[in-house]
């Protein structure tokens, strides 16, 4: 028996699924995910190692120059979220967006949390290549990264390798 896992997001309306005859398909409950601390409206602000890092925070729908970007030359671009106050953060999605039609995304990454008192503490990370329990998950453009419940002041994403990979439908 497999077992099948698709993320849901909001702005990505599913049509329909695709799985093997004779498989069952069953849908699990929701879960709750609070308020979106790292948004410019919520108080957040940011800052990067190149561009607009404002436009990580803006809180604009999904889709092509929305976010932020890294400048050209930048080969190890970062992004830190100062969040309004100190807060418990369990997880961070990292969404990357493709250019166009070129399925760019992060490859490799880590996420690191402020911890009052203590400093800079890596969370999570990401290496982009494949491992035991399936492909690589580079090409994700949305990744779900979570970990144990830590009281936060930012959150930083440090990019060390990014993936310029192909164009999608071709």
């Known amino acids: ?3 099948y896992t698709l993320s849901l997001h909001d ?3 599913i049509s329909y699924l695709l799985y093997p005859a004779g498989d069952t398909l069953t849908v699990g409950p929701t879960v709750s ?27 604009l729908q999904i889709g092509e120059g929305q976010g932020w970007s890294s400048s050209a ?3 190890t671009p970062s ?9 418990t953060v369990d997880r961070v999605v990292v969404d990357t967006q493709s250019n166009g039609s070129t399925a ?7 996420v690191s949390v402020d911890v009052p008192g203590s400093g800079w503490q890596q969370v999570a990370s990401e290496s982009g290549t494949p491992g035991p329990s399936g ?3 580079y090409r994700f453009h949305e990744q779900q990264l979570a970990f144990a419940p830590t009281v936060a002041t930012a959150v930083r994403v440090n990019v060390s ?4 990979g192909g164009y999608y439908g071709g």
Do not use: H, K
């Open 1 to 3: 028996t497999e077992i």
């Open 11 to 13: 702005a990505l309306p």
């Open 33 to 59: 995910y609070g308020p979106n601390l790292a948004l410019a409206s919520a108080g957040a602000s940011a800052t990067a190692s190149s561009g607009n890092a404002a436009a990580a925070i803006s809180g």
């Open 73 to 75: 030359g930048d080969t």
């Open 79 to 87: 992004l830190t979220v100062t969040l309004p106050q100190a807060a």
């Open 104 to 110: 760019s995304s992060l490859r490799t990454y880590t």
């Open 135 to 137: 492909p690589s998950t």
């Open 161 to 164: 390798e990014v993936n310029f």
